[in-house]
């Protein structure tokens, strides 16, 4: 049997106690595994990571059903900063770097919560810029001089800093180019497996996020609308069509074109 690291199990999230955002979801992260939550802008997938996070609190968010474990640790109503020092940490959305920091400045700011020492920190410092050589050429400058797709490293590299049990990240590949996207992917497939780092990533890049991973669930108005190992959901021929954009005649289709009742109802 599978030790999951992270179960979610029911959960309901409401902000401001009237707006429901999350509708009985449930999935489960197994140890040394890689799982992406995929799904359109608005589906929840944000608000499930948040959730996870224990950041919910400052958005006026608040999980009413269901609970969440990590790591054996009943963490629903914890918040951000106790969920990190269990080892989950998330890198969000837009990237947020410290702009009047150094590259390594930032890097280490990932480092604070540790008690390890300075020498494991050290060589966790070192062994960032193997896996990001991009940034070595850049450690001494300001994070907010570097291109998205530093910025975006600078952010996966703060977080692994932490010496994470989890990663989550949350749309890594967005407003990248293809090439970058193409890296940022092969970086976290290697982190997986050489640092043993279990990752949970939302993606709306499907194509990107089911290459890389183990499994996956798709999310649709607040609920999961389906899920299975990443190579299945590859073949379906619903993923492709509304997800990746590959119809039977080989063209492409656009997600917006067609109504989601009509997804729902085949795939429920």
Same mark, same amino acid.
């Given at each position: 049997?599978?030790?999951?690291?992270?179960?979610?199990?029911?959960?309901?999230?409401? /902000?401001?106690?009237?707006?429901?955002?999350?509708r009985?979801?449930?999935?489960?992260?197994?140890?040394?595994?890689?799982?992406?939550?995929?799904?359109?802008?608005g589906?929840?997938?944000?608000?499930?990571?948040?959730?996870?996070?224990?950041?919910?609190?400052?958005?006026?968010?608040?999980?009413?059903?269901?609970?969440?474990k990590?790591?054996?640790?009943?963490?629903?109503?914890?918040?951000?900063?106790?969920?990190?020092?269990?080892?989950?940490?998330?890198?969000?959305?837009?990237?947020?770097?410290?702009?009047?920091?150094?590259?390594?400045?930032n890097i280490?700011?990932?480092?604070?919560?540790?008690?390890?020492?300075?020498?494991?920190?050290?060589?966790?410092?070192?062994?960032? /810029?193997?896996?990001f050589?991009?940034?070595?050429?850049?450690?001494n400058?300001? +994070?907010?001089?570097?291109?998205?797709?530093?910025?975006?490293?600078?952010?996966? +590299?703060?977080?692994l800093?932490?010496?994470?049990?989890?990663?989550?990240?949350?749309?890594?590949?967005?407003?990248?180019?293809?090439?970058?996207?193409?890296?940022?992917?092969d970086?976290?497939?290697?982190?997986?497996?050489?640092?043993?780092?279990?990752i949970?990533?939302?993606?709306q890049?499907?194509?990107?996020?089911?290459?890389?991973?183990?499994?996956? /669930?798709?999310?649709?108005?607040?609920?999961i609308?389906?899920?299975?190992?990443?190579?299945?959901?590859?073949?379906?021929?619903?993923?492709?069509?509304? /997800?990746?954009?590959?119809?039977?005649?080989?063209?492409?289709?656009?997600?917006k074109?067609?109504?989601?009742?009509k997804?729902?109802?085949?795939?429920?």
């Amino acid at each position: 049997m599978e030790n999951n690291l992270l179960e979610v199990n029911n959960i309901e999230v409401v /902000y401001n106690d009237i707006i429901q955002v999350l509708r009985g979801v449930s999935l489960s992260v197994p140890e040394g595994s890689i799982v992406a939550l995929l799904g359109t802008n608005g589906a929840g997938k944000t608000t499930t990571l948040r959730a996870i996070s224990g950041l919910l609190k400052p958005e006026n968010g608040a999980i009413k059903e269901g609970y969440i474990k990590f790591d054996g640790t009943d963490t629903t109503k914890m918040l951000g900063t106790d969920v990190v020092k269990l080892g989950s940490v998330m890198v969000p959305e837009g990237r947020r770097v410290f702009k009047h920091l150094t590259v390594n400045e930032n890097i280490l700011v990932g480092s604070i919560t540790r008690k390890d020492g300075a020498r494991k920190i050290r060589e966790d410092n070192e062994m960032m /810029y193997k896996h990001f050589p991009r940034l070595s050429k850049v450690t001494n400058r300001m +994070a907010g001089y570097s291109s998205g797709g530093e910025q975006q490293m600078i952010a996966i +590299a703060r977080a692994l800093m932490a010496a994470p049990k989890m990663l989550m990240l949350d749309e890594p590949s967005l407003g990248l180019a293809p090439l970058l996207v193409k890296e940022i992917f092969d970086n976290i497939k290697l982190i997986n497996k050489e640092l043993d780092t279990t990752i949970l990533v939302v993606e709306q890049n499907a194509k990107v996020a089911l290459a890389v991973s183990d499994y996956a /669930y798709i999310m649709e108005s607040g609920k999961i609308v389906m899920e299975g190992p990443s190579e299945e959901l590859q073949d379906n021929p619903d993923v492709k069509e509304f /997800y990746m954009g590959i119809t039977q005649g080989g063209g492409r289709k656009s997600f917006k074109d067609v109504k989601s009742y009509k997804r729902r109802k085949r795939w429920m």
